[in-house]
C-alpha cells in the first residue's frame, strides 16, 4: 500500500488496466477514468498494419482525459513499429507498449504476439528501433507471458527479459501464464495454463533496476497489495483485466490505497448514480459530436451496479435494442425506475 505522503512516488505503472481487444476502447477507458484518475489505460492492440495502412483516427483518437493512457502495438517489423511509434508521440499518446502475449491463432499469423517470445533478438530490435524514433519522448515497454507451450523452465522468461532490455526497455508487464500456442483459445489461455506469480517476483529480484509488473488473475485490492508489498513480491506494478472491466467499482478506492490521492472512496449508490450520470452526458456529447450512437459506449458501463438491488433489470434497460432510438437520458430515466422499482 502507499501510506507514506513524503515516500518516493509510486511508479507510473503502479496499477493498470490490461488492454482487451473489443473492450479497451476510447469510450470504455473514458468511463474507467470517472472512476480513477492515475490508474494506467491502455488501448486495444492496434496492428502496425491497421496504423500504416488503415484509418488512424478511428484506430488512435482518445479524449484528453484518459491521460495517462497508452498505445499498445501489434507487429515484429522494426521499422513499422518505429512508424507507429512515431504516430503515438504526434498524437500525445504517454508509452507505447508491445505485445508479446497474445497467443490467438489471427496473431500468430501475423508472427506477432506470443509467438515472439521465441525471438528475443528480434523483440530486441523492434523496441530499439522505437526507442530511436522517439528519442526518449516516450517510454517503450512490452508485455509478454513467462513462457510458451511446455517451456516451463524460468531461464527461458529470464534470458527473454533479458536481451529484450539490450534494445533499451526498461518496463516490463508480465502475464503469469505461459501461452499454449495450439491447442486453447484465447479465452482457454487465459485460464489454464498455471499462474506462476513465483517467476515474476524472480525476475524482479535478478532484473532490480528494471520496472516490472504484474498480470493475471489479480482481481481485489488484497491480491494487488501482496505484490505490491515490499515484504513480499515487491513488484513494481499490478495490471488487472477482466474483473476491472466486468466489475470497475473495484476501482474505486485504487486512488486512495495505492497512489496516496484523497480519501478512499464508498462505491455506494450515489457514487455510482453520479458515474452514471456522467456517463450519459458522455454519450450524448459523442452522438452530437461524432454520431456515435450511445449503445456503442453503454456496452461499457453495464457491471456499474453490479452487486446492487435492480442491477439485472437496470442493465436490461441498458442492453435493450428497441430503445436505441431513444436519446441516452431517457434510457437513462428507464433504467433508473427499472432499478428502483
Not at 113 to 125: Q, S, T, Y
Amino acid at each position: 500500500m502507499y501510506e507514506n505522503a513524503s515516500a518516493p512516488a509510486p511508479s507510473p505503472w503502479r496499477l493498470s488496466v490490461a488492454p482487451m481487444l473489443d473492450w479497451t476502447d476510447r469510450h470504455c477507458r473514458f468511463f474507467h477514468r470517472l472512476i480513477t484518475r492515475h490508474t494506467r489505460l491502455y488501448t486495444e492492440m492496434v496492428t502496425t498494419g491497421a496504423l500504416i495502412h488503415g484509418d488512424q483516427h478511428r484506430h488512435l483518437d482518445f479524449n484528453a482525459e484518459e491521460h495517462p493512457v497508452a498505445l499498445q502495438l501489434g507487429g515484429s517489423e522494426p521499422d513499422d513499429l518505429a512508424a507507429c511509434a512515431r504516430f503515438a508521440q504526434q498524437r500525445g499518446y504517454d508509452e507505447v507498449n508491445l505485445n508479446c502475449g497474445c497467443p490467438s491463432e489471427r496473431v500468430q499469423r501475423g508472427a506477432f504476439g506470443a509467438c515472439l517470445m521465441a525471438e528475443p533478438a528480434l523483440v530486441r530490435d523492434g523496441v530499439k528501433a522505437m526507442n530511436d524514433a522517439l528519442g526518449g519522448a516516450l517510454p517503450v515497454t512490452v508485455k509478454h507471458r513467462i513462457g510458451i507451450d511446455r517451456i516451463e523452465a524460468y531461464g527461458f522468461v529470464r534470458d527473454f527479459v533479458g536481451t529484450v532490455a539490450e534494445g533499451g526497455c526498461t518496463v516490463f508487464i508480465v502475464h503469469a501464464r505461459n501461452a499454449w500456442l495450439q491447442g486453447l483459445s484465447p479465452k482457454e489461455n487465459r485460464e489454464i495454463p498455471p499462474l506462476r506469480y513465483d517467476l515474476v517476483a524472480q525476475l524482479k529480484r535478478e532484473f532490480p533496476q528494471l520496472t516490472i509488473a504484474i498480470n493475471g488473475g489479480l482481481a481485489t485490492d488484497v491480491q494487488i497489495a501482496e505484490q505490491l508489498d515490499p515484504a513480499g513480491a515487491a513488484l513494481d506494478g499490478v495490471m488487472v483485466g477482466r474483473e476491472a472491466y466486468h466489475n470497475p467499482a473495484v476501482m474505486a478506492g485504487w486512488d486512495a490505497r495505492f497512489f496516496g490521492d484523497g480519501t478512499r472512496l464508498d462505491a455506494d449508490d450515489d457514487w455510482r448514480l453520479a458515474i452514471e450520470q456522467q456517463m450519459v452526458a458522455y454519450m450524448a456529447r459523442q452522438q452530437a459530436e461524432r454520431g456515435t450512437p450511445w449503445a456503442h459506449i453503454a456496452r461499457h458501463m453495464l457491471g456499474l451496479w453490479n452487486g446492487r438491488p435492480g442491477a439485472r433489470r437496470w442493465r436490461q434497460v441498458w442492453s435493450d435494442h428497441r430503445l436505441k432510438g431513444e436519446p441516452a437520458a431517457e434510457v437513462a430515466r428507464q433504467a433508473l425506475h427499472a432499478r428502483t422499482a
